[in-house]
């Protein structure tokens, strides 16, 4: 407040009587001239306006009996403890007069000041509303104008008048009925514009933000309830736990490494119209590389920690999926216990303990370190950037001026910038850089995560789904950008930069940044910039295809896998890692080189999973490339792009609707997850423990959930390598197995010949063994991995290189290749590659396997064995036509089975 609405505020506070106060307000009137000036509304200044607000809370908190809350005093910050010395010296005057008029006079300039304020806001509104409508008014029309004007600022006045005087009512019945209800009600009644007037409407809208019914849907479609808001932060905690914080590094790193890649060659393909001017350039803007990290990273931790002990500046601070805008709804909630604690009303008492106790978990600084951590990669962005772009200006005004590269000059102009460019909080201000920044920090907003933030605010539920729209829409454009499909015209803003010619498609493409080229400094050379950057980005992309061609064909990039489900869980269960790249290590061997993970990198990851896609779909023995071409197409785009898009998360539903009820139990168990208190920091834990796959029916909720807690988990079976009687999916070097736990980008050795053989194949021995040899007893989870031990322990992996290596059946899966190759397919007679002799032999090495393996177990477990008798006699009695006495035996044989299973 400044020393002229001080000097008002004062006036108020003091004054003797409700004509005073309206003196005060006529000698600050701010005038609007409508119609060229024939028409005039006079209306509170903003000084008198800021006043009035400030009075209105003292009067209220003050004169009402509640104390000023530290909250408020942390708005007014030292005038409010000013404020605080005069209303209290007005309280004790007051004590010496008669009370009742006292309060009468209190309430009258209370509604003095709703009035002046809530005209004041509908001036201010509907002038923003109708800026351009004067000059679109025929002059003729001039009087008919004024005359409809006036109407209509009558009739607001008169509706605000009448609105605010029935609260002032409402007010002084409550202060003698139910004094507790008259601060949260004045606050309420600010707070919605006037909508909460009324002790009914307060209890209801009190009762709409604490009802646990707000994470289906919210009563206001605008803005979620309390509770949805503190549930969803404490899910955000749990969720971001884990290695959120390194992923966004990868991301963010990957993005700033590539980004002076991509912008030289891209400079360089237009090299020829600027004689490399651009070239030069973007040497100098990322020079100083170790100064600018150094600042990057000093930067990046001092944000964090303000962050994390800062509740207000860690909603600054956060990336825009993961906060709700932190209101005084909040205050205002709790001022509600008095009224609660008053009635009895111990139902709502618990909720609102429970929304208290929901937004406490939230901002908790020990549990969202998760959070807090990805500051730090996001902040080091943004100061790069920063350097950046202070860089690119410092360069062009000294060019333009001098006609060379001063570089001592530049050096000056640099810092210049660059102190411009952040507020007192240390936070970028400058709109170019948060621009470039937020691609790299996936948190900018388009049209689609507004569309879905909308939904997801009206209907929380959604969030289910769509927990993150804003990074995923973003990492789908980003991806996107480094591929064909950003070069068609008008599709985007990378195709709208990499095209524009004329100043005006430069403004328009400039536009598509969040950015006016006539307010942003050195527009032209930021547009250059970006267009060479996203030309980079396709010049990078086709020069990765052509030269990991040969190595994805040879096998060595895995990407998405076989876009039929049933066969990627074969994949899966043979070792299969998704996007990998096998990185060779010279003069060490086959034995020395390792597999990486790649899926961090948006845009290379896509560029590889394409690659990857193609050269496995050419080696493929199962299918021809064509055949079922849609399908792979359409596998090999989801995989690597809808996936990281918010469509993504229709997916579980779309198929739920379909009748698959194994999306409804996955969703179901995914959503659940995020309830266990810091869920992501106990998966990372669980990891280093064992990361084994585990032996889980798709129905089955609580063993999933077991199998990412730490201790828990050893309850759960694991799924058994048959082959070699080890846990599929585990590590057995164990500082490996933690550093995968532990780091966002994977690593991993290369797998033995006869695993990758049965990967080319197809071959999944596992299938075969989910009933006993006889086919008539499906094992439970327990016994699976009890057998699956049994046959481990015959290592019959070393009979599976005898088949591997036998030259007969290497001929024909070679045959098989060459026929698929060709792409001559047919519908009416089919090659079953199931039907090869070296399928047959290697069934018939697992067959014999599990009867071994079966008849160890069933010494141990002779009640199964009994079982499987009984089920044989059963179907005998079945063909005979002997019902009863088939039910009888299995009646009793399943009481006995459940028994022992206890």
Do not use: C
């Not at 202060?175 to 309420?188: C, I, N, S, T």
């Not at 064909?484 to 524009?500: E, F, H, N, Q, V």
């Not at 208190?677 to 063993?703: F, H, M, N, R």
């Not at 197809?762 to 057998?787: A, C, H, N, V, W």
């Amino acid at each position: 407040m400044n020393a002229a609405a001080w000097g008002i505020y004062n006036d108020i506070i003091t004054a003797g009587s409700v004509d005073d106060i309206r003196e005060f307000f006529l000698d600050n009137m701010d005038v609007k001239n409508l119609l060229g000036g024939m028409m005039k509304v006079e209306y509170a200044s903003e000084d008198a306006a800021r006043a009035g607000l400030f009075a209105l809370r003292d009067l209220t908190n003050q004169f009402l009996g509640v104390e000023i809350t530290e909250s408020s005093a942390r708005v007014m910050d030292s005038l409010a403890r000013e404020a605080s010395t005069l209303a209290d010296a007005t309280i004790q005057f007051a004590g010496m007069v008669d009370p009742n008029k006292m309060m009468d006079l209190i309430l009258d300039k209370m509604l003095f000041l709703l009035d002046e304020l809530a005209i004041n806001k509908y001036i201010a509104g509907w002038a923003l509303r109708n800026k351009n409508v004067f000059n679109q008014m025929p002059p003729q029309n001039l009087q008919e104008g004024i005359d409809t004007l006036l109407a209509e600022f009558k009739g607001a006045q008169n509706s605000i008048a009448k609105k605010n005087k029935q609260f002032i009512s409402e007010l002084k019945r409550l202060r003698k009925e139910f004094p507790e209800v008259v601060k949260p009600l004045m606050d309420a009644f600010a707070h919605t514009g006037g909508d909460v007037d009324s002790q009914a409407k307060l209890m209801k809208w009190a009762a709409q933000q604490i009802t646990p019914m707000g994470y289906f849907k919210s009563p206001n479609p605008k803005e979620m309830n309390l509770f949805a808001r503190g549930l969803w932060g404490v899910r955000y905690n749990n969720v971001l736990s884990g290695l959120a914080p390194l992923n966004a590094a990868v991301g963010n790193g990957g993005a700033l490494t590539l980004k002076p890649i991509n912008s030289l060659l891209g400079h360089a393909f237009y090299g020829y119209q600027d004689g490399f001017e651009g070239f030069k350039r973007t040497i100098f803007y990322n020079g100083a590389v170790q100064e600018t990290n150094r600042r990057a990273i000093k930067d990046a931790y001092e944000m964090m920690k303000k962050a994390h002990k800062d509740p207000e500046m860690m909603i600054k601070t956060y990336r825009k999926d993961f906060v709700y805008k932190v209101d005084k709804t909040w205050e205002l909630i709790e001022d509600m216990r008095p009224i609660y604690v008053k009635q009895g009303n111990y139902a709502k008492l618990l909720e609102l303990d429970t929304v208290i106790a929901l937004k406490q978990l939230g901002a908790h600084p020990a549990l969202r370190y998760g959070m807090t951590g990805m500051v730090f990669p996001d902040v080091f962005a943004t100061t790069h950037m920063a350097h950046n772009m202070s860089r690119v200006r410092a360069y062009d005004d000294v060019f333009s001026d001098k006609g060379f590269a001063d570089f001592d000059e530049i050096l000056k102009a640099e810092k210049k910038h660059y102190d411009s460019m952040f507020d007192a909080d240390g936070l970028i201000k400058d709109k170019a850089v948060r621009a470039m920044a937020g691609e790299i920090q996936l948190n900018m907003d388009d049209g689609m995560s507004r569309w879905i933030n909308e939904a997801t605010t009206a209907y929380p539920i959604l969030k289910e789904v769509l927990m993150f729209p804003r990074t995923m829409s973003n990492a789908t454009k980003l991806a996107a950008s480094y591929t064909p499909i950003s070069l068609l015209p008008g599709i985007s803003r990378y195709s709208k930069t990499i095209y524009a010619k004329t100043d005006d498609d430069i403004a328009e493409a400039l536009l598509e940044h969040g950015l006016i080229m006539a307010k942003t400094p050195n527009a032209r050379v930021v547009w250059e910039n970006l267009r060479a950057e996203y030309t980079g980005r396709m010049i990078l992309s086709g020069m990765i295809v052509t030269g990991l061609f040969s190595h994805a064909m040879a096998g060595n990039i895995t990407g998405p896998g076989h876009y039929n489900q049933a066969e990627r869980s074969k994949q899966i269960k043979n070792g299969f890692k998704p996007h990998m790249l096998l990185v060779p290590v010279p003069g060490g061997g086959e034995k020395n080189d390792f597999w990486i993970d790649y899926s961090g990198i948006p845009g290379v990851k896509q560029v590889l999973d394409i690659l990857a896609s193609l050269a496995y779909y050419a080696n493929d023995i199962d299918e021809a490339f064509l055949e079922s071409i849609e399908s792979k197409l359409m596998w090999v785009l989801s995989a690597s792009f809808a996936r990281d898009t918010p469509l993504q998360g229709f997916e579980p539903l779309v198929n739920f609707l379909n009748g698959d009820m194994s999306a409804f139990y996955q969703q179901t168990k995914q959503s659940i997850k995020t309830l266990i208190p810091q869920i992501g920091t106990l998966q990372v834990v669980e990891t280093i423990i064992s990361d084994a796959l585990k032996d889980i029916e798709t129905k089955e909720i609580i063993p999933y959930l077991m199998s990412k807690v730490p201790g828990l988990s050893s309850f759960v079976p694991e799924q058994i390598d048959i082959y070699t009687g080890t846990p599929i999916g585990h590590t057995d070097n164990n500082w490996l197995r933690a550093f995968n736990a532990m780091s966002p980008v994977k690593v991993a050795g290369r797998e033995d010949p006869w695993r990758v053989f049965l990967q080319e194949i197809g071959f999944d021995g596992l299938t075969l063994l989910k009933k006993d040899s006889t086919g008539t007893y499906e094992y439970s989870p327990t016994e699976r991995e009890q057998i699956y031990k049994y046959i481990g322990e015959q290592q019959i992996y070393k009979q599976i290189i005898r088949v591997m290596n036998t030259k007969r059946y290497q001929e024909e899966i070679e045959l098989v290749k060459a026929h698929r190759r060709s792409n001559k397919t047919s519908d009416l007679i089919t090659i079953d590659v199931d039907s090869l002799p070296v399928m047959q032999d290697l069934r018939s090495i697992v067959r014999n396997a599990q009867k071994i393996a079966e008849a160890k177990f069933l010494q141990d477990n002779p009640a199964i064995g009994d079982v499987i008798r009984k089920q044989q006699a059963v179907d005998n009695l079945m063909k005979q036509g002997k019902v009863d006495e088939a039910v009888n035996i299995k009646n009793n044989t399943t009481r006995k089975l459940l028994n022992m299973r206890k």
